[in-house]
């Protein structure tokens, strides 16, 4: 039987009481200081779960569920099991009062934990390994995340999607996240656009981000002062690059440290002062790069050859990738070093 012929066969799902009760009723407040903020239209919380795609007999990890907003419109597109991760101790009796209302159909865990520390795999334990370049794992990361940390989070998946660790080690799991509205378009922003920064760049790198709609912050309580993104993020089959993510992370974030400069300038504070004009000129000459380009104006493949031209240098000059421009003077990078001119002859920056 087809898994979705079985779940027609399921027996309905019990009422379950609204967010706005479970609110009264546990006198629940969001924290201004956690950049809480309560979704309490279901028609909303379906839709942000209808973006994020298939669910049914499919495994759901979700990120900071509050009150049970969202959670609610996840069981009812009944998946297999459902992860809770809720840092906030208040929200226990609600989520509790989900899980046990729907124990016959969802299988769901609650773990009281930081989602910024909590290893995501554990979400998964057990599940089989989908082969990365076939068809995506049946795995989704959901969640309204709080401002004051969706960036954050956002480069550490990243991280994880370009090392296949954590919960994309089954295989290319996505994820259905809401950002400030601001944020959301940065990720999804081509060459040339306004937003285009270094989390454009970052995302389109191992995924492709879409932004899906937009939210009125006046569908939240409290009201926030931006509009809401819901962004869905799913890993590529062949990421654009091999190089290791935290030194193109770097690279990227010298690149767009001074936007309405020209990108030599902040690429440049990737070396000491005494070498800096030389080795600079070198970068862009590997990269086949015009220095007098902005930031914004560079693709995904562009800044992907600084990237590698830097690897190339820092392979031959180890010591320039400790080089930190903001540090003191007192701590900055040791007296400079080249290496002996008999073992670098012939080598190619």
Sequence with gaps: MSLSLAAKNLPRLPPLPTIRDLVKLYRLQAIKQLSQNFLMDERLTDKIVRAAGRLEGRHV????????????????????????????????PTLELLQESCRSHVDVTIVRDDILKYPTEMAFAGLEQTPWDGIRAPIHLIGNLPFAISTRLLINWLKDVSLRRGAWDFGRASMTLTFQKEVGERIVAPILDAQRCRLSVMSQIWTIPHLKFIIPGTAFVPQPDVDVAVVTIIPLK??????????????????????????????????????????????????????????????????????????????????????????????????????????????EV
């Excluded at 907003?69 to 101790?89: F, Y």
């Excluded at 830097?310 to 070093?337: C, G, H, V």
């Design 61 to 92: 990890l979700e990120v900071g569920p509050g009150p049970g907003g969202i959670t609610r419109s996840i069981i009812r597109k009944r998946p297999q099991t459902l992860h809770l991760v809720e840092k906030d101790a208040r929200f226990m």
């Design 238 to 347: 062949i990421p654009k690059t091999q190089l290791p993510f935290d030194l193109v992370e770097k690279v990227v974030r010298y690149i767009f440290s001074m936007r309405q400069k020209y990108v030599r300038r902040g690429i440049s504070n990737l070396f000491p002062e005494d070498v800096r004009e030389e080795f600079t000129e070198k970068l862009f000459q590997e990269a086949d790069l015009d220095p007098t380009l902005r930031s914004f104006q560079l693709s995904v493949e562009e800044c992907l050859r600084l990237a590698d031209a830097y690897s190339k240098i820092i392979e031959i000059y180890p010591k320039i990738d400790e080089f930190n421009y903001r540090a003191p003077k007192s701590q900055r990078f040791p007296l400079f070093q080249a290496p002996d001119p008999v073992e670098a002859e012939g080598t």
